[in-house]
């Protein structure tokens, strides 16, 4: 491969650009995934990749070699000189492969949708680093559908799919979503963290039915429509002198309380 | 109050290095607690503030007057320009009101250390918003006494005590621990969550005894030191295609799961 060592090449341009602007990511519909770890995640999934982009002296390193010879032969790969290679990179410290994807876009429709399992809903989670994290928390929790709305961080944005450590693979999430209208058709219960009174302990709660979670940004919380479309407000316990957790924290804990019980009923089955 | 006007004032200076460096806060065993819900949550746990620092417009705001109100008459008031309150601020959006506090310090030693409850151990946990988040997980699980190892960000700093929202006045931290000499004597387990195999699962164990939590930084995990001194490997049963959390989301599964054990043995004996 011969490396491509101009900026004014049309290609680099493009790949920058999507690595630094959100809204060159929405208008085109693409992203990238940066480093080895993210591409393998696709990878694993099988899900698509346009080109994979090696920086020159990244191409001897083991796991570049390793997911080039893996990945399928039909996926275009361009090399870059190492200074267009960081160039390029959405991160501080490139990691010398870079990954083109077309954003995965759910069927959005006006009315409700159809979900197979339990979905979270995320309201105006503005930090990068807490939407990934609770995205990642989703899939290893077994959620299937993720709901976004408007407020959100942009869910394919490099920092959030980097928090997300292959999360985007396994979850199918909308975004800038109408959580409400979505929900629509529902069956299961929807389920709002908060302390206001009759709020009850997430404990006693019976969690076996799939559910809709939602959560808020911390400080606002949920919108107040959301709220007052809240099936139940649960409340976890926390110890003397604490106010409230962080919202991946609430998250993790809901989601995997979910799961214990759950886990316990098909032991109990079998 | 006349409020100060000068870069130059010694007061002014000593304030903006504790916001900004690391090595003054050490050096002097001095911190800066920004904004009106760490100054409160700092009086609500009777934690003394040597100085409370306030920008002039921000007097007349009533969450920052409620706070002059409420704080002891002894603690020394001081008013800044609005230039110079930001100049001392630790943060990019400047509340207004700093408080200069001690830094507490937990007696070392370099044996073991007496434990009243339950123990987390962080490990090289460098990213601010991830300790102060475990931190504030922690203290609303009810656990008493955190251990940092020397590879983790400074507990102390702005940045984790915004993320920790209170959570500092609650733990006892010690920071630089050696927290393998600190736990000599402690009688309950040292566990450690891994994917190792032998690892059992976290909702099989019973966790009624105080225990010391170790967790490791996101990446490297836990030191060799600290996983051969675990008494138990613990994981974490996850969905399909996902190898890992966040180390913030799985302390927040570990601790509320066994504060869940706990509430429900409560229950149970009534």
């Known amino acids: 491969m011969r490396p491509i060592r101009s900026r004014d090449n049309a290609l680099v341009k493009h790949l920058h650009a999507l690595a630094t602007s959100a809204r060159e990511r929405r208008k085109t519909g693409e992203t990238v995934l940066d480093g080895p770890h993210l591409i393998a995640a696709a990878l694993d999934h099988a899900f698509p990749l346009k080109r994979l982009v090696v920086a020159e002296t990244a191409l001897q390193r083991g796991e570049v070699a390793a997911l080039l010879a893996r990945a399928p032969a039909e996926i ?6 190492d200074a267009l290679s960081s160039h390029v990179s959405p991160v501080d410290t490139p990691s010398g492969i870079v990954a083109l994807i ?11 949708a159809e979900f197979s399992g339990d979905v979270v809903v995320l309201d105006g989670v503005q930090d990068p680093g807490n939407l990934g994290t609770i995205l990642r928390t989703a899939a290893a929790a077994g959620v299937a559908d993720a709901l976004l709305t408007e407020g959100c961080a942009q869910a394919w944005s490099p920092r959030v799919l980097r928090a997300g450590m292959g999360a985007h693979f396994v979850l ?3 975004e800038q979503a109408d959580a ?3 929900l629509a058709g529902f069956p299961g219960p929807r389920l709002a963290t908060a302390l206001a009174p ?5 404990y006693e709660l019976d969690l076996a039915p799939a559910a809709a979670w939602m959560f808020g940004a911390e400080g606002q919380g949920l919108s107040p429509a959301l709220l007052s479309a809240a099936d139940g407000l649960v409340t976890i316990p926390m110890g003397e002198g604490v106010e409230s957790l962080n919202v991946g924290a609430a998250a993790a804990i809901c989601l995997f309380e979910q799961r214990r019980q759950r886990l316990a009923r098909t032991a109990a089955g079998r």
Do not use: F, M
């Open 76 to 81: 275009e790969r361009i090399c870059l000189d």
């Open 102 to 112: 077309d954003t995965p876009r759910p069927p959005d429709g006006a009315g409700h």
């Open 172 to 174: 199918r999430i909308r």
């Open 180 to 182: 409400l209208a979505l």
């Open 198 to 202: 009759g709020a009850r302990s997430l």
